[in-house]
């Protein structure tokens, strides 16, 4: 599902963020991204997304080359990756709902549909009462939530999420961690980027640590 073929990302003239990274993701895998601040977590997923593109090496998804992927296709292609993110990034002038049906509506489906879409996708993250609601009425781990349900509202078959649980309490993260969990054995490919060492050890998981923008271990933390 993502493969990592000798990657290296420099920003202008500075440091490599990533150098010379290689790995493989199966699909239906979920795993861990972890390193200290500026190991090129962020950097890595923003590769993924095609936010940022490589200065050498090429990125794969589902076995396309990034590298060639033309700009007119770029949109189509994101919409197979649902990204969350640490701050979730809701818009608070509009409700719950809207909030969630803006993939839908930005990729031009019917009402019907982005009706139909959104109240599943908020029922699969317990909000589903809620989809009137404006996010600023919610707690931070129910946020988190709907921005989990914007990422999901597509059914994309890869899940990118960038310290999902940094503002949370453990138990709030561990209810988090159980959304992605149920969405991985359904068969979405999931990456979570992870400075909290507690959590990945309790999730007994493949973790990619990073160092320096290299791979410094990859497998289940001991
Ligand atoms: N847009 C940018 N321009 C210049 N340098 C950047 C840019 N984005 C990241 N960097 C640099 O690249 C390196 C890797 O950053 P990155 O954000 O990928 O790390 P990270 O592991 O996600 O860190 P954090 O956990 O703090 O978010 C850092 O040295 C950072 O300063």
């Given at each position: 599902m993502i493969r990592f073929d000798n990657v290296s990302k420099r920003y202008?003239?500075?440091?490599?963020?990533?150098?010379r990274v290689s790995f493989d993701v199966a699909r239906g895998e979920m795993l861990f991204l972890t390193g200290h601040s500026g190991a090129g977590k962020s950097t890595l997923m923003k590769l993924i997304m095609l936010m940022e593109r490589p200065t050498q090496g090429q990125v794969f998804i589902d076995d396309r080359n990034l590298n060639r992927l033309s700009r007119r296709h770029i949109p189509y292609f994101r919409r197979k990756v649902g990204v969350v993110f640490q701050n979730h990034q809701?818009?608070?002038?509009?409700t719950v709902f809207d909030n969630v049906a803006l993939p839908l509506q930005i990729a031009g489906y019917q009402a019907s549909e982005v009706g139909r879409r959104v109240r599943a996708a908020l029922d699969k993250v317990g909000l589903l009462s809620k989809e009137?609601?404006?996010?600023?009425?919610?707690?931070g781990g129910e946020q988190q939530r709907v921005g989990i349900a914007r990422a999901v509202v597509n059914k994309p078959p890869l899940l990118l999420a960038d310290e999902?649980?940094?503002?949370?309490d453990p138990e709030l993260s561990a209810d988090i961690m159980n959304l992605f969990e149920q969405f991985n054995e359904v068969g979405v490919t999931v990456m979570i980027a992870s400075h909290d060492l507690a959590l990945l050890k309790r999730m007994n998981k493949r973790v990619l640590g990073l160092s320096g923008g290299q791979v410094a271990h990859d497998g289940v933390l001991p």
């Open positions: 202008g003239s500075g440091q490599d963020a990533l150098s809701l818009l608070f002038d509009r009137r609601h404006n996010p600023i009425m919610l707690s999902p649980t940094g503002n949370l």
